[in-house]
Structure formats: structure tokens, C-alpha cells
């Protein structure tokens, strides 16, 4: 029996300028590969380090692999910022006042168990020190990594992170360089 129990919710259905077409169930707009919404948070701590997730095999996609912090898919009606927030306190555990957007992309890539992500994927980072207390039956496992690390396992072992991350984990990384936030108290 999978721990993981699937409560069938809406994704908002998008064109290329992230104008409302409707809303789909989340397993038909991925099989159908529709546009969406999607958020992705990053979390930082003090160190610099990365704080990343293993999801949880039972995850309806992508499941056992490493990936940032946490990442959902906006209700009909709710703010990327807040899906951002509300899915960092389910998935993770943690509140975080210091999350803010970085920037958004389009993206379209084939998942496993016939299902396509095609996404706006709205990107946030937050710094914090506070170490998560995850739902398992979203998170399998968790750690910190500096980024250099994370860079070199990424490039030997690719196919052990989600597709999203592997696209956009370096352009973070740019964002964070070029604001120099990892110096944030």
C-alpha cells in the first residue's frame, strides 16, 4: 500500500504569459503535458549550504529523487508566493519570512509513468537555519550541501535529480552570486 495518498486538486491551466485558460485535475493536465502553474523554493542557511530534498518514492513522479527544498503547484485563486509558503510548512515543516521570488521559466519535459511536466515554474529562495521536521509521506530524506558539492554530484550522477532542478539549480546559484545573499545574517 503506497504511503503516499493521492487527494485528487486542480492545477491552473496557463498560456505562454501566464494568462488563466481554466483549471484541469493535476494527473490529466499531466498527462495531456498542459501548461501550468508551478512553484519552486530554494532554502539557504547561513553557511551558504543548500538545504535539498529526496522525495518520497511513493511520489506520484520523480520519486526517490533529489531535489530543492520543496515545489507545488498553485490552488485556483492562490498566489505564487503563498503556494510557496503553504507548501514549505506541509512538505518541510518550516516557515521562512525571508522567501522572495528570483525569476520564472517555461519549461516542458517527459516524467516518468507517462506523465509530462510543462510548466511556468515561479522560483523563490529564503535563508534560514531551522532544521525541517518533513512529512514523510512527501520527503524521504533531506540535507545540507554546499554548492560546489552539489554541483559536482549533479554532473556525475544527473539522473539521480528531478528533471526541474537539474534545469534551473545553476541559475539559482547565478542569482544568489550576483545579489550576494549568502553573506545574509
Same mark, same amino acid.
Given at each position: 500500500?503506497?504511503?503516499?495518498?493521492?487527494?485528487?486538486?486542480?492545477?491552473?491551466?496557463?498560456? $505562454?504569459? @501566464?494568462?488563466?485558460? !481554466?483549471?484541469?485535475?493535476?494527473?490529466? &493536465?499531466? %498527462?495531456?503535458? *498542459?501548461?501550468?502553474? &508551478?512553484?519552486?523554493? =530554494?532554502?539557504?542557511?547561513?553557511? !551558504?549550504?543548500?538545504?535539498?530534498? %529526496? %522525495?518520497?518514492?511513493?511520489?506520484?513522479?520523480?520519486?526517490?529523487?533529489?531535489?530543492?527544498?520543496?515545489?507545488?503547484?498553485? =490552488?485556483?485563486?492562490?498566489?505564487?508566493?503563498?503556494?510557496?509558503? #503553504?507548501?514549505?510548512?506541509?512538505?518541510?515543516? *518550516?516557515?521562512?519570512?525571508?522567501?522572495?521570488?528570483? /525569476? #520564472? /521559466?517555461?519549461?516542458?519535459?517527459?516524467? @516518468?509513468?507517462?506523465?509530462?511536466?510543462?510548466?511556468?515554474?515561479?522560483? =523563490?529562495? !529564503?535563508?534560514?537555519?531551522?532544521?525541517?521536521?518533513?512529512?514523510?509521506?512527501?520527503?524521504? $530524506?533531506?540535507?545540507?550541501?554546499? /554548492?560546489? $558539492?552539489?554541483? %559536482?554530484?549533479?554532473?556525475?550522477?544527473?539522473?539521480?535529480?528531478?528533471?526541474? /532542478?537539474?534545469?534551473?539549480?545553476?541559475?539559482?546559484?547565478?542569482?544568489?552570486?550576483?545579489?550576494?545573499?549568502? @553573506?545574509? @545574517?
Amino acid at each position: 500500500m503506497s504511503l503516499y495518498k493521492s487527494v485528487p486538486e486542480e492545477v491552473v491551466l496557463i498560456n $505562454e504569459h @501566464d494568462e488563466v485558460l !481554466g483549471t484541469m485535475e493535476k494527473m490529466e &493536465a499531466h %498527462r495531456r503535458a *498542459l501548461l501550468h502553474r &508551478a512553484v519552486s523554493v =530554494f532554502l539557504v542557511n547561513s553557511q !551558504g549550504q543548500w538545504l535539498l530534498q %529526496r %522525495r518520497n518514492r511513493q511520489k506520484y513522479h520523480s520519486g526517490g529523487l533529489w531535489t530543492n527544498t520543496c515545489c507545488t503547484h498553485p =490552488f485556483p485563486g492562490e498566489s505564487y508566493e503563498s503556494a510557496a509558503h #503553504r507548501r514549505l510548512k506541509e512538505e518541510m515543516g *518550516l516557515s521562512c519570512p525571508s522567501l522572495s521570488p528570483l /525569476f #520564472r /521559466f517555461i519549461y516542458k519535459a517527459e516524467l @516518468d509513468n507517462e506523465l509530462t511536466e510543462h510548466e511556468l515554474d515561479h522560483i =523563490f529562495v !529564503g535563508y534560514t537555519d531551522t532544521l525541517p521536521e518533513v512529512n514523510p509521506q512527501e520527503v524521504e $530524506e533531506w540535507h545540507y550541501i554546499p /554548492f560546489p $558539492e552539489l554541483k %559536482r554530484k549533479v554532473s556525475r550522477q544527473p539522473e539521480s535529480y528531478t528533471v526541474w /532542478f537539474r534545469n534551473i539549480y545553476q541559475e539559482v546559484e547565478k542569482y544568489l552570486t550576483k545579489e550576494q545573499l549568502y @553573506d545574509k @545574517d
